[in-house]
């Protein structure tokens, strides 16, 4: 395959991380057997550019950069006919050098270049930070995380306190240039480098279409990685390497701030880099047990992060797929980062247990090295496979450059094309009635409580017309947290789907959100009653084979959970499961957890408390149901474990030892609100079920007791 890769970051005396990957793939592909070159600026010079940034193919200087900050700064306004101006330029060169070539594959920072390319190009585009939606890319401001969605307060990012001038000009460039790189996005092929960066973007635009979208994680040269870290010499214990760019958002003064005065005699901290804090920052640590090399090469930050104790990548930003962290794992080097961003979604790389250390704060990070460093550097031979390599990726990566789907169905009405979406839309009961939220964030007592009730479907469609999967989403003023509901749905590669919203009358955003939300889906409002009746709502008007419950403030964790779902359902050669559950992550204070490892299941350990079946990670046949009914609605608090029971006592759930779902804990959710009473009405609900565990339930009649005091005691020192 002939590729071509664009990028306005080569080429360079120091190629950052962006430019990085873009070489390492290219020479990966290179190595495949595929014909590349690189595209990139002839403002840098033109001489032996290839060679300059490690290239082993040609390289074209074809596009410059020029007046990149037109004036920006001063006028303390972001420009609206910038961006789109240098969009339009390399979208020009693009078209120029693209003939003979079978592919194009743009990573810059421009979204929207894919707009001003003629239709015959084959064009891909590789997303690597925020900047699909945030012009400053990082979303950092003021030395924490952005959560601002409003075009105009984006305006404080280049002149705080801006008045209403300058918010309206910020607004009309962040607007524009959301609305251009959802239209890029819907027209051509991108990859997101990590499933953060898909989420982070639809909690902007909430309605895009990502239908063309892909995540692939940054990819690693891991033969030359396992080469370097074969040749280094055993790592010396206390060795502590920050390498990156020292910059604001990176986390280096705040983690040396911090670490250095704790610093154990032994320890010593290399920090490896460049940037515009770095000469303030070795003025007040570059002395003792702390030493400031400045920028290196790539073979040299790489011998050296090989022979280290520790890694540390301390960016208080949201980094969306750190490759300084990919690396770190790739030469088997114990690491640890904030539980921020994409970070997380790296702990599947790990070589060994407990190789990626993820904290949830400074303190914490700061906490984890030094317990690190006070024990022996670990020595162990690299594996013989990595998990982002790129011979393990890069199929996945042709397969999408090969791929020549439209971007849209097309549709002949007046000249126009119109994107078709399936929407099955039936609304019981409209008039607006206060209910007991269907949402675990907001629970009030139910009213006439039936029993565990069985499902009734006397409509059920034939079995051609029947979704895969039935997902139940109960909202109640969930506008601030839907959007990452809906985009995780909406991004699913099986698409088999039916989405059932039941609304218990909310009066924010959440039904416009729902209404905007393209796909099969049904709306039910006005559902009274409480959480467990309005789940079981959602059970009798479904349709699917399988059925499971994602509340409007949780999301799937990555866009294949539900093909992966449905090929364990029918995986060949064992009896089939009449449910099963996977992993969650939770996601609290902006920061997400790594995944726990799913043991297997136990009857005796779920009625012991000591197992737990997360709620938005389980996935039912919705036969079963028929079998062993559906969620009390006597119950505020325990009945999924009450249904869980019921259901492991017929039949035992398989197993997906993956992260399925993240759930949201925040001060409105059961986890974080009325802990003592919850306690209680589980305690009733497994008693119930004494009989089928006697000893499990004794067990857990010890646990109760003891967290039951930690809750009261708790409670009186509140």
């Not at 029947?466 to 947290?481: G, L």
Request: aromatic fraction near 8%.
């Amino acid at each position: 395959m002939r590729i071509l890769m664009v990028s306005e970051d080569l080429p360079g005396a120091q190629v950052g991380g962006l430019g990085k990957h873009v070489v390492t793939l290219a020479n990966r592909l290179l190595a495949a057997g595929h014909e590349v070159a690189i595209l990139g600026r002839n403002d840098r010079g033109t001489r032996d550019c290839a060679a300059q940034i490690g290239f082993d193919g040609a390289f074209i200087t074809g596009f410059d950069m020029a007046y990149p900050g037109w004036k920006e700064a001063q006028l303390g306004v972001f420009n609206p006919l910038k961006r789109p101006y240098f969009a339009r330029k390399i979208g020009r060169a693009i078209a120029r050098h693209a003939r003979g070539f079978d592919v194009v594959h743009y990573h810059g920072h421009l979204p929207m270049v894919g707009l001003h390319l003629p239709a015959a190009i084959n064009y891909v585009q590789t997303r690597h930070d925020q900047g699909s939606e945030c012009l400053t890319h990082l979303r950092f401001r003021d030395g924490a995380v952005c959560d601002n969605l409003v075009p105009g307060e984006c305006a404080a990012c280049i002149r705080p306190g801006a008045g209403a001038l300058r918010k309206s000009v910020t607004a009309l460039a962040v607007g524009g240039y959301r609305d251009a790189s959802a239209r890029a996005f819907a027209r051509h092929k991108t990859v997101f480098v990590s499933d953060f960066l898909r989420r982070r973007f639809l909690r902007a635009l909430p309605a895009a279409d990502l239908s063309r979208c892909r995540v692939i994680h940054n990819l690693v040269d891991y033969p030359r990685l396992r080469a370097a870290a074969l040749a280094a010499p055993p790592p010396r214990r206390g060795d502590l390497l920050l390498a990156g760019r020292i910059d604001a958002g990176k986390g280096f003064a705040e983690f040396l701030d911090a670490a250095r005065p704790r610093l154990p005699p032994h320890a010593r901290v290399t920090v490896v880099g460049d940037g515009p804090l770095r000469a303030d920052l070795e003025r007040r640590h570059g002395e003792g047990q702390v030493r400031f090399l400045g920028w290196q090469d790539y073979a040299t930050t790489l011998a050296l992060a090989a022979r280290a104790h520790l890694c540390v990548v301390p960016s208080l930003c949201e980094e969306a797929c750190s490759t300084t962290v990919l690396e770190a794992l790739a030469l088997g080097r114990p690491c640890l980062a904030l539980a921020r961003g994409g970070t997380p979604e790296l702990a599947q790389y790990q070589t060994f247990p407990g190789q990626l250390g993820l904290a949830d704060t400074m303190a914490g990070l700061v906490e984890l090295a030094l317990q690190q460093l006070d024990g022996q550097a670990r020595r162990a031979p690299p594996a013989s496979r990595f998990g982002a390599d790129a011979d393990t990726l890069l199929p996945e990566l042709l397969a999408l450059y090969a791929d020549d789907r439209p971007s849209v169905h097309r549709a002949r009405r007046s000249g126009t094309t119109l994107r078709i979406f399936p929407i099955v839309d039936k609304t019981h009961d409209t008039s607006p009635r206060p209910i007991s939220s269907p949402s675990p964030t907001h629970l009030i007592p139910p009213t006439s409580p039936p029993a565990a009730t069985h499902p009734s479907n006397p409509t059920s469609p034939t079995s051609q017309e029947r979704p895969t999967f039935s997902i139940i989403t109960c909202t109640w003023n969930s506008a601030a947290t839907l959007a990452d509901t809906l985009a995780s749905v909406q991004s699913q590669t099986l698409r088999d789907i039916e989405h059932i919203f039941v609304d218990g009358g909310s009066t924010d955003a959440t039904l416009d959100l729902i209404a905007a939300c393209p796909g099969r889906k049904q709306v039910l409002q006005g559902v009274t009653g409480g959480i467990a009746r309005a789940m079981n709502r959602g059970i009798e008007a479904a349709c699917g084979q399988f059925v499971a419950h994602l509340h409007g403030d949780d999301y799937y964790a990555a866009p294949d959970v539900l093909a992966s779902v449905a090929a364990r359902f029918k995986q060949p050669g064992e009896p089939p499961p009449a449910w099963l559950f996977g992993a969650v992550q939770v996601l609290k204070d902006g920061h997400l957890s790594a995944p726990y490892p799913m043991p297997p299941f136990s009857y005796r350990a779920l009625a012991a408390g000591r197992a737990a079946i997360p709620h938005p990670a389980v996935f039912l046949r919705r036969a079963l149901f028929e079998r062993v009914g559906m969620f009390d609605e006597g119950l505020r608090y325990a009945m999924d474990i009450d249904l869980w029971l019921r259901l492991a006592a017929v039949a035992p759930p398989a197993v997906l030892n993956r992260p399925l779902a993240v759930f949201r804990d925040h001060r409105g959710s059961v986890s974080s609100r009325n802990r003592i009473p919850a306690r209680r009405e589980e305690f009733a609900v497994r008693r119930r079920y004494l009989r089928q565990a006697p000893l499990a339930f004794a067990i857990y009649c010890l646990r109760y007791l003891k967290r039951m005091h930690a809750l009261r005691a708790a409670a009186a020192a509140n």
